[in-house]
């Protein structure tokens, strides 16, 4: 599902005829999905430099992540992101749900999503050797889901039977961890903005 050209904006006009605060949830969505597809370089930094926010604490979030990625050089984000997810062997954090779930990787919950994506039509892209339920690619895979890339824009009980199942079990603690790192203080604030849409979209779903 990855495709490593995730670039982070939140400047569109949802023309597929989705519903404004839709439109915004999928591009949060992409966007914070895209420093872990691959190392933060010069365009993903500039497009989250360039991102505003507002009082909310989501908003306060956005802006944090917009002052860490103005201060952040691509050089030390490279080097932040092979020390946080790569490392010898592994890196400090596992950014896969199988682990965060099980300890393992490939493990019940790797199988259980790669069922859910056969039954939406979602296909694994054989040139990522990565495991499915890597972080990226399971935040990628709710923004298809509400806009609409895999079919039809999914129903909010199809999105939150995803999220439930693939995402708010595991995910919040993955951006809690992220929150606390010392390699990238860009990557720490990802990981703030992580954990505070992570809360809200839980909240949402439970109205829904």
């Known amino acids: 599902m990855r495709n490593n050209s995730t670039h982070a904006t939140l400047e569109a006009d949802p023309a597929n005829g989705l519903a404004p605060e839709e439109f915004l949830r999928a591009q949060i969505y ?28 989501l908003g306060q979030a956005l802006k944090a992540c917009a002052e860490a990625a ?4 691509p050089e030390a984000e490279d080097d932040a992101y092979h020390e946080l997810f790569v490392g010898i062997g ?17 493990e019940k919950p790797l199988a259980r999503l790669r069922r859910d994506m056969a039954a939406i039509g979602v296909e694994h892209n054989p040139d990522i050797k990565e495991p499915e339920d890597h972080i990226s690619s399971v935040l990628e895979m709710m923004a298809g889901l509400i806009e609409g890339r895999f079919g039809a824009p999914a129903s909010l009980s199809e999105q939150k039977k995803f999220f439930d199942a693939h995402v708010g079990v595991w995910a919040p603690h993955f951006f809690k961890d992220l929150s606390e790192t010392k390699q990238s203080a860009f ?5 703030v903005l992580g954990s505070i849409f992570m809360e809200i979209e839980a909240k949402a779903f439970e109205y829904d």
């Open 30 to 57: 992409q966007l914070i999905a895209g420093p872990f597809s691959a190392p933060a370089g010069p365009e993903l930094l500039d497009a989250f430099a360039a991102i505003g926010g507002d009082s909310s604490r």
């Open 70 to 73: 103005a201060n952040a050089s």
């Open 90 to 106: 592994s890196g400090v954090l596992v950014p896969f749900g199988s682990y965060y779930l099980t300890g393992f990787l490939h």
């Open 187 to 191: 990557y720490a604030a990802v990981g």
